[in-house]
């Protein structure tokens, strides 16, 4: 394409991008909306509208909106946007022949993430703390941002101030605001020696995280990190998987409960620390699995602290290699499952394969949802319902849940 084409944009694409066909081909147009003509700029250069713009343009709430690669849809009016979230859904399962009744997206407020992974870039002394620009290997240093909570927008000071005391590199930073405040877990880099060490402690102090961990070990613990978790304040491991949102949480797990009432034994698959199995064990026996021990463990001490449950029964077990066989299935009257975001296709198998009434099935992929949804019809499910939930609000992901009964 030559630097002065210009190019008229029929549709969005799943990542945000505008689509404009020429020749048959599809091109995709950072930022670009339907209804508009652009010529797309070279580089980081703003979008050149040659028309009107779309009615549905707005203002961006973010001033790193356009160049950091966190958000991709902070340009779209809010009606566009919750129908663009819905259609990657719809699309998703159309391309898997499914056509089941995607209900409308669920939404989220912003401000409200309590979880974030972001990137910190040390050297000579100095950090960039945020996340990688548009396309780009390169780290905006965010100084503000509308997703997340604003307990961790008033710390990035602190937690890069926190980062320019590790060594030279680049390292993960998995942030996560609990009632204790800030517990931060770092890796990608060596921990420091000496004097280095101590600095970065008395940084981590300074800075009021209510935890630090740096490659897995701990290094500064002010108080122990909980969250609510089914009704009970869950002491959290270090860097653990939990839902992004607090709000998109209970929608997720109201849906669960709902579909699953009445039974009297549910295996709670991939489940961490018991975001749905604590819920569930109030009406039913609850098996829980998951492959990593610290969540287990922090499930369990959580079920024996409330009263009034059901009996919990904990596994450490890798699903992707060893999924929960047909045979072991029948024990059960409901199944949920919320893998990571590869899905859990080698589970889906021995589902299709089993009696289970019900299963739920959680996702934060859509393409990998409608995969394992696919071979579950194949295996007798109907698709009783599909739900998206904007948990990931401006981005291109999104929660769903999906119920599904055994017809034949």
Do not use: N
Not at 29 to 52: K, N, T, W
Not at 182 to 188: K, Q, T
Not at 232 to 258: C, I, K, N
């Amino acid at each position: 394409m030559t630097d002065d084409q210009v190019l008229d944009i029929t549709a969005l694409g799943a990542q945000g991008d505008g689509i404009a066909v020429v020749d048959g081909a599809r091109l995709y147009v950072p930022f670009a909306l339907p209804g508009e003509r652009v010529r797309r700029p070279e580089g980081e250069g703003l979008l050149d509208i040659v028309s009107a713009p779309s009615p549905d343009r707005v203002a961006p709430a973010c001033r790193h909106f356009g160049v950091c690669g966190g958000c991709a849809a902070q340009h779209m009016s809010d009606a566009l946007y919750a129908a663009w979230k819905r259609d990657q859904v719809v699309a998703a399962f159309a391309q898997r022949g499914l056509e089941p009744d995607i209900a409308p997206l669920v939404r989220v407020a912003p401000g409200t993430r309590r979880r974030a992974v972001l990137t910190a870039k040390v050297r000579d002394g100095r950090a960039l703390l945020g996340f990688h620009r548009q396309r780009s290997h390169d780290l905006v240093d965010v100084q503000e941002c509308p997703v997340l909570l604003p307990a961790i927008v008033d710390k990035l000071p602190a937690l890069r101030a926190l980062c320019a005391g590790l060594p030279q590199g680049e390292a993960r930073v998995t942030v996560l605001a609990t009632r204790a405040g800030l517990d931060v877990a770092i890796e990608g880099v060596r921990a420091p020696a000496g004097a280095a060490m101590a600095r970065l402690v008395s940084l981590a102090l300074e800075g009021g995280v209510a935890r630090l961990t740096l490659a897995g070990a701990p290094l500064v613990e002010r108080a122990v990190p909980t969250l609510p978790v089914g009704g009970v304040e869950t002491a959290v491991p270090p860097g653990v998987f939990v839902q992004a949102v607090e709000e998109a949480e209970r929608a997720l797990v109201q849906r669960v409960v709902d579909a699953t009432e009445g039974a009297r034994r549910v295996a709670d698959l991939f489940c961490g620390v018991g975001t749905f199995a604590l819920p569930l064990a109030a009406g039913a026996r609850v098996l829980a699995v998951d492959s990593h021990a610290p969540a287990i463990a922090a499930l369990r001490a959580a079920a024996q602290r409330r009263q009034g449950l059901k009996p919990i029964e904990t596994k450490v077990r890798d699903l992707f290699r060893e999924p929960l066989s047909s045979l072991e299935l029948k024990a059960f009257d409901a199944v949920v499952f919320d893998p990571p975001r590869a899905g859990a296709v080698a589970q889906a198998r021995q589902l299709a394969q089993s009696k289970v009434p019900v299963l739920v099935a959680v996702s934060c992929d859509a393409g990998t949802l409608a995969r394992d949804v696919r071979l579950l019809v194949d295996g007798g499910y109907a698709i009783e319902s599909v739900t998206p939930i904007d948990q990931f609000l401006y981005a291109p992901h999104v929660e769903i849940v999906a119920v599904l009964r055994r017809t034949r």
